[in-house]
Each structure stands twice: as structure tokens, then as C-alpha cells.
């Protein structure tokens, strides 16, 4: 059984994760109405992958005598006013969510359960994972510069960069 404050906690992530999602489906459709076709799907993967990361928490909450709260979300902007200053703003979200997992992950020990503290290690890695693949885009992003060519290529090329494929070839 969770505890009333892990509960709320854990609540908490739930709304964050939903407003990651809701960030990035933002983006999506920034990027897809101004023609960046491959940025678009990106962020649409990324936002549906945010929502996988909130039914995952809905379900353990429940699972474990809980009740996952479904709440109102906070509007993203709609206007992220170039490509570099998107994956910038995807940085900094990242970064806030690691942050926010950790806090948890601090009171699972403060309330000393270890099963949800198991549970959490999943999005541990999760987010060093998505740091990572961020700092890769970033510093692509970087190289291209104001080179019209270059983010022709980086947008037709972005639902392929992983973090290992970054690490193995630079400059693809
Ligand atoms: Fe839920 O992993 Fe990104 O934020």
C-alpha cells in the first residue's frame, strides 16, 4: 500500500508526464505547419512516448491501492520560434523532469518503499537516456548553424539519431 504522501507524489508525475506530452504534441504541430516534416514526427513519437510514461505510473498507483488522479493540465505554448530554440526548450523540459523524478525517487526513501523505488529506476534510466539524446541533437544543431542545407538534412534525418547512432558517427 502507498503512503498518502508517495501517493501525491506520484500523482504528481502523472500530471508532469501528461504535460510532457502535451509539450511535445505542441511542438509537433509547430514543426509540422512550418514544412519541418521530420522534426514533427519526432515530437509526435516523443509525445506519445510521454504518454506511455504516464499510464505506466497510473497503473502502478492503482495497482498498488492507490488511486491515480487524472487532472487538468497546464496549456504548453504554441509558438517556439525557430528549430534551435525547440530542441533547446526539449533540453530544459528534460532536464526539469529528471529533476522532478529524482525528488520522487527521494521520497520513496523517505518513506522507505522500496518497491516504488524499484519501480522508479526504470525512468532513472529513462531520462539520462533522454538527456543524452537531447545534448546529441543540440550539438548537431550546433554544426548546421544557419545552413538552409544542412537543416534539410537534419530534418530528414532526426527520427534516426539515437544515442548510440550519434556516438558512432558524429557528423551523420
Ligand atoms: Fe517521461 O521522459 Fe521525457 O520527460
Do not use: C
Not at 94 to 114: A, G, P, R, W
Amino acid at each position: 500500500m502507498l503512503s498518502k504522501k508517495l501517493e501525491q507524489a506520484l500523482n504528481d508525475q502523472i500530471r508532469i508526464e501528461a504535460e510532457s506530452s502535451q509539450v511535445y504534441l505542441s511542438m509537433a504541430s509547430w514543426a509540422e505547419v512550418k514544412g519541418l516534416e521530420g522534426i514533427a514526427g519526432f515530437m509526435y513519437a516523443h509525445s506519445d512516448e510521454e504518454r506511455i510514461h504516464m499510464l505506466k505510473l497510473v497503473k502502478y498507483v492503482n495497482e498498488r491501492g492507490g488511486h491515480a488522479q487524472i487532472s487538468e493540465l497546464k496549456a504548453p505554448k504554441t509558438d517556439f520560434g525557430s528549430f534551435q530554440k525547440l530542441f533547446q526548450e526539449l533540453y530544459e523540459h528534460e532536464i526539469f523532469v529528471s529533476e522532478s523524478i529524482n525528488e520522487l525517487v527521494h521520497v520513496t526513501l523517505q518513506e522507505k518503499d522500496y518497491a516504488t523505488h524499484n519501480f522508479l529506476q526504470w525512468y532513472v534510466a529513462e531520462q539520462i537516456e533522454e538527456e543524452a539524446l537531447a545534448r546529441t541533437i543540440l550539438d548537431k544543431i550546433n554544426l548546421i548553424g544557419n545552413d538552409k542545407g544542412g537543416l534539410y538534412l537534419f530534418d530528414r534525418d532526426v527520427q534516426q539519431i539515437t544515442v548510440e547512432s550519434a556516438a558512432a558517427n558524429p557528423q551523420a
